[in-house]
Nanobody, 124 residues
Framework: QVQLLESGGGLVQAGGSLRLSCAASGRTFSTCDMAWFRQAPGKEREFVAAIRWSNSITSYQDSVKGRFTISRDNAKNTVYLQMNRLKPEDTAVYYC?????????????????WGQGTLVTVSS
């Protein structure tokens, strides 16, 4: 079992930065692939970024490449999402997710554990 708790959301102006954190509890964190998803009002949950447990290979949605960076600290059981040059269209609830898998997934249905989410609002 893995429990996830996000933090770091808030209100920021366009062009600003935020860093989200996801603290995990459970002995299996270090062997879980971790990901961030987001869901804007009236829209489906979408993939933002993911990082593998074994070699820290990363994957990003095209719209955030070059602006967002996912990283993890296994010693602290924490995954981060550094978000720079934020845009109003980045406004959403951001969710942290985890899965133990041999494959590298980028779709919500493939992730087992979820946090409650943290709201990010980017004003224009």
């Amino acid at each position: 079992q893995v429990q996830l708790l996000e933090s770091g959301g808030g209100l920021v102006q366009a062009g600003g930065s935020l860093r989200l954190s996801c603290a995990a509890s459970g002995r299996t964190f270090s062997t879980c692939d971790m990901a961030w998803f987001r869901q804007a009002p009236g829209k489906e949950r979408e993939f933002v970024a993911a990082i593998r447990w074994s070699n820290s290979i990363t994957s990003y949605q095209d719209s955030v490449k070059g602006r967002f960076t996912i990283s993890r600290d296994n010693a602290k059981n924490t995954v981060y999402l550094q978000m720079n040059r934020l845009k109003p269209e980045d406004t959403a609830v951001y969710y942290c997710a985890a899965v133990q898998s041999y494959r590298f997934y980028v779709t919500p249905r493939d992730y087992t554990y979820w946090g409650q989410g943290t709201l990010v609002t980017v004003s224009s």
